[in-house]
């Protein structure tokens, strides 16, 4: 088996840091470990003197030194990697203000093939009603809230189109009672 040496060095480099967490881990057990007393509270107070008895080497001596200073760094590498698996994921070498206007592909996962199994959004969008489509996440909030000024169509464009279709349940707030 052939090591890539420039792997070899990515991973080296990139774990390098974890050495000094394994001896300052190391130091912290060793000078619990020195601190003179019997339970936790006791050694807390005297963890000062566990400190300076520590660092008269640069070493640790006692092996669950060791394995303190490797649980901890093992800790450190996990919060990293945690961190790093729940980043945002970002475009890379996409520049600031590069969206563009969706398109059929966009918006077919989201639509059923039978346009009467779809709320109408627009004259060539629909959103599914079947609350399980193949893929989990293409499933989307199917309330509908309509906003806009009078005379602008929301009666006559949204409403009543979906409503002919009876497909679903619907709650209509019309104060005017024109819709019925």
Known sequence: ???????????????????????????????VRLAPGADASQKMLGLAEGFSLAFQS????????WLAGLCGAAVVRLAVYVKGKNAKKY????EYGSA??????????????????????????GLMMSGRP??????????????????????RFFIKPNLMQLHSSYVVTDPNVIVL
């Not at 509908?144 to 009078?150: I, K, R």
């Open 100 to 125: 563009r206007w969706g398109n059929k592909t966009d918006i077919a996962p989201f639509m059923d093939p039978k346009p009467e199994n779809n709320i109408i959004l627009t004259q060539t969008e």
């Open 134 to 155: 193949k893929n989990p996440a293409h499933a989307r909030n199917k309330n509908v809230l309509v906003v806009g000024g009078s005379g602008s169509g929301k009666t």
């Open 91 to 94: 475009r890379k070498d996409v």
């Open 1 to 31: 088996m052939k090591i890539d040496t420039d792997t070899l060095k990515k991973q080296v480099i990139l774990h390098l840091p974890y050495l000094l967490f394994l001896l300052v881990f190391a130091k912290l057990g060793e000078a």
């Open 58 to 65: 640069m070493w640790p001596g006692a092996a669950i030194d």
